[in-house]
């Protein structure tokens, strides 16, 4: 049985120097919009990319993916995609194909959040994605919260590079929720830093708590700090870490097999070296490959 004859941009109709477009005609109709022999199955070539008429539209790379399918690489300005969507319509492709013509990986690399997902995406092998879907379109949420003091806000700012959030020896310093990018083995993680969790007469520092709850329904992981002393508002599920480890007797917290956190660093553990614990600890919980996971 022939399969529909039809048209499909993969590409975003944004201006963009090349866009990429699968075509689909019976054989014959194929050859008529090139004006060189259509390449070998599997194989490219150079051609024009002609109207109904024989009149110059593109210069182009054809690729045949198929008996009855080309996939071409066309010059992207707005122009020379009209002319090439009309030229098509002539030729009887006029149809588009359904979106997901093809395997549909331009449109995903173009919406891709992460360069781990980009990776996933152009060497990665076909079909679904090793990592919860979600996580190629949109940098995962880590809430980092715990009691007042913690130092959460340092953590923020050490994870992101920048001094992002105050960070104050006085308690109940931050309210409002802090948000801020990192990225861990090639995915965007967005850090959001929040008010510490204490019984308080501060009604702006009331306010601040309550953020946390509607933060922890849009969070992805919820990373709770706790410093010595006995843990406050950590749920069920919270990746824990042993905050302000310094201060913590080492053979006691350590035998916990917690995370551990200082920003001072530890003995023989460099502060990086923390991040990065607490980095792979968060993509395991996420079930996000480093790299994206495709081959090296
Ligand atoms: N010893 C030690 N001190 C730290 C560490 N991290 C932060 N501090 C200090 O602890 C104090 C509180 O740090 P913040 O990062 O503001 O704490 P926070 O959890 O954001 O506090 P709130 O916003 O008030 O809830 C500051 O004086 C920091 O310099 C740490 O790992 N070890
Ligand atoms: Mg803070």
Known sequence: MSRAAGRSWLTPSAPAALAVLRLRLPAGQLQAVLDRPLPAAGRAGVARLQDARGGLVDDVVAIRVAEDELEIIAHGGPGIRAAIDAALDAHGAAHSLPPDAGDGRWRQLAAASSPAAVRWLLTGSAGAAPFPPAFLTRPAVVLITGPANAGKSTLLNAWCGWGRALISEQPGTTRDLVEAETVVAGWRLRLVDS??????????????????????????????????????????????????????????????????????????????????????????????????????
Do not use: F, I, N, Y
């Open 195 to 296: 008010a510490g969790m204490r019984p308080t007469a501060d009604v702006l520092e009331q306010a601040g708590q309550e953020l946390v709850e509607g933060a922890r329904q849009r969070a992805d992981v919820v990373l709770c700090l706790v410093p010595p002393g006995p843990p406050v508002g950590a749920r069920p599920g919270d990746l824990l870490v042993d905050a302000k480890a310094d201060l913590q007797d080492g053979p006691g917290a350590a035998a916990a097999g917690r995370l551990r956190w200082s920003a001072l660093g530890l003995p023989g553990r460099t502060r990086a070296e923390l991040l990065a614990e607490l980095g792979a600890a968060v993509l395991a919980r996420l079930r996000l490959p480093p790299g994206g996971g495709a081959p090296a």
